[in-house]
């Protein structure tokens, strides 16, 4: 009797879970939250960049909620005193449609309330975005295009965590490779989010022996032409990125910083000599999201519809700051210029990121509080 009690409680912890799972897919979220409060354990998914509440599970179901998703990655049942990670292929519930594998990557972590649980969602192919899609501005795509048109060069997406920067990158990646057959493309990730036919894609262990830097030195003998660098994390490999771009390869990575200018000082205060970096770099894309007004409930006295799940808002753009190296800029760089001195300068070139977000406000696709919200300040009326 016990254990087919046991095995009952299994069966409904195992369909909770793919429930709470397919529901945060279907609302097309990045992440999926299974945190311990104290009426619960709180499932949330982060649609759109926010968290917005699925579901309040009762505290008894918690550690086999828990344990149910540390069984689906892998991951040690027994140690609930550690934070661990793993990862998966889901099907879905088998109860609804075939649909697509998703991968997912599940991390835990101890709390003084129990385990709390993040699931990372990488998207299928089908949603994979190309360079006209991500809502940049028609003059800006075309920058992009020249940019990697070119043999050789240094191009860099930039901005904070979850501003779309490894989207964009992947855009420009597979329009190299459908617009320049004959170019030998590769990879360097953490992790790998999608996967790219005819693109050689390596997954890096930052913590072991296969690292970024040893990576890259390794990969210049593979005969590439365009690499792409999931992030510039440190000196190191931010000075074989630049030095393999000024051996004449195409180089494309992302760096955490809030504008071009930031970016370009970044560099430089990693000890990279304004000399090389004025010699490689030739774009830097400092780029955010902003949601989208929901088109339901845009036009209602008070916005929020099941359609966008109360908030208002359904889908996201980017909105970004493209910079050139011209003479004028190159002729800052050399001479180490401030942070505030390039960023007057790179505003000659073209708007910054809120005037390109205030023209997403004239149109009506978002709106001023989305605006300030993202970009750290209301703008004035």
């Excluded at 030739?282 to 780029?287: A, D, P």
Aim: contains cysteine; proline residues 4%.
């Amino acid at each position: 009797m016990g254990n087919r009690q046991s095995g009952a409680q299994n069966h409904d912890v195992t369909g909770l879970v793919n429930q709470m799972l397919s529901r945060g897919l279907a609302a097309r979220a990045t992440d999926v939250h299974f945190e311990p409060i104290d009426d619960g354990l709180l499932v949330r998914a982060r649609i759109d960049g926010q968290l917005v509440d699925l579901e309040l599970l009762p505290t008894n179901l918690s550690e086999n909620v828990v344990s149910r998703l540390k069984v689906m990655a892998s991951l040690l049942t027994y140690r609930v005193d550690i934070p661990q990670e793993g990862s998966l292929v889901w099907q879905g519930d088998s109860a609804e449609p075939a649909g697509h594998p998703v991968d997912l990557r599940v991390a835990t972590f101890p709390t003084i309330r129990g385990e709390r649980a993040v699931v990372r969602v990488f998207h299928v192919s089908s949603e994979l975005r190309s360079l006209d899609t991500l809502g940049l501005h028609p003059e800006q795509v075309s920058l992009i295009r020249f940019a990697l048109a070119q043999p050789a060069g240094f191009i860099v997406a930039s901005g904070p965590a979850g501003s779309g920067k490894t989207t964009t990158l992947y855009a420009m990646i597979r329009e190299v490779r459908d617009q320049f057959a004959g170019r030998s493309v590769l990879t360097l990730e953490d992790p790998v989010e999608q996967r790219l036919d005819r693109i050689t894609q390596i997954q890096i262990n930052p913590h072991g022996e296969l690292g970024y830097e040893r990576c890259m030195r390794s990969l210049l003998r593979q005969d590439p032409q365009v690499i792409l660098l999931g992030e510039v994390r440190d000196r190191q490999t931010a000075a074989v990125a630049i030095e393999a771009a000024l051996t004449g390869h195409l180089i494309l990575t992302t760096a955490h910083s809030g504008d071009p200018a930031d970016t370009i000082v970044r560099f430089l205060e990693m000890g990279i000599p304004a000399y090389q970096l004025t010699s490689v770099l030739t774009l830097v894309c400092s780029q955010r999201l902003l949601r989208k007004t929901c088109l339901e409930c845009s036009g209602a006295s008070s916005r929020g519809c099941e359609a966008c799940l109360g908030t208002g808002y359904a889908g996201r753009t980017a909105v970004a700051q493209l910079a050139q190296i011209d003479e004028q800029a190159r002729t800052l760089i050399l001479r180490c210029a401030t942070a505030s001195e390039l960023r007057r300068e790179l505003k000659r070139q073209g708007p910054d990121m809120i005037d390109r977000a205030m023209t997403l406000v004239t149109s009506g696709t978002t709106d001023e509080c989305e605006v300030a919200r993202v970009l750290g300040q209301r703008p004035s009326a």
